[in-house]
């Protein structure tokens, strides 16, 4: 099966600028994450859909950063403006139970480079 | 959630089995102990899940004492292909039980 399709897979911009990632996750995965990984530490949870409602985005920084899914399958998470502290690989991922505790599937990322 | 405790780095010669242990002491009824493996420039891959005992699939065996206080991770015959960072999580499907990873062991082969 087709895995978690991410895009781009790279970018750069200044800081104060926008940025849109966009996922598409597994058919058939109502489960869908979006995480900001730093170089050399673990993915941090930023929100977590379920179809098209949110279920958590408590560590999401709503000031700048927001997402959407709006027909229940592929999804985007935007910054704007992004600061210099952004830069991260962004990874999405999708899971067929609700919590995401047996398997989620990971995507290979977006890697965001802040000037 | 339950905190989970593993050593940061570790390296093997390739051929040897190798153990990765993680503490988590305030491990609850319910949880799970899953565990994912990163290589670099792709995201995280899940490795095994289990609860109590010992599970095995083709990948690795996970061993789990009685008390369920730790876990470790063993690899049979480790290679240059498994070098990756290792995560242990956590957790159970309770409502707001969210997926939490740690830092990592990072394994690497032993010059």
């Known amino acids: 099966e087709a895995g978690v399709a991410q895009s781009p897979r790279y970018k750069i911009i200044e800081k104060r600028q926008s940025v849109a990632f966009w996922c598409n996750p597994i058919s058939g995965h109502a489960t869908l994450y979006w995480y900001q990984q730093i170089l050399g530490q673990g993915p941090k949870l930023l929100i977590q859909?379920?179809?098209?409602?949110?279920?958590?985005d408590s560590q999401l920084p709503k000031d700048r950063f927001s997402a959407e899914r709006l027909k229940g399958v592929d999804s985007t998470l935007k910054i704007q403006p992004a600061k210099l502290e952004d830069s991260a690989v962004y990874l999405c991922a999708s899971s067929l139970d609700p919590q995401g505790w047996y398997e989620q599937y990971f995507g290979p990322g977006t890697r965001l480079t802040v000037t | 959630l339950a905190k989970t405790t593993q050593p940061i780095s570790m390296d093997s010669y390739e051929g040897q089995e190798v153990n990765i242990t993680c503490s988590h002491n305030n491990i609850a009824t319910n949880d799970y102990i899953t565990w994912y493996q990163q290589f670099p420039s792709q995201g995280p891959r899940f490795i095994i899940q289990g609860y109590k005992t010992k599970v095995t699939n083709e990948v690795a065996s996970l061993f789990i004492p009685a008390d369920r206080k730790s876990s470790t991770l063993s690899l049979p015959r480790f290679s240059l292909s498994d070098t990756a960072v290792y995560y242990c999580l956590v957790g159970s499907n309770n409502a707001g039980n969210m997926l939490t990873f740690g830092g990592g062991t990072r394994l690497m082969v032993k010059p």
């Open positions: 859909f379920q179809n098209n409602g949110v279920v958590d």
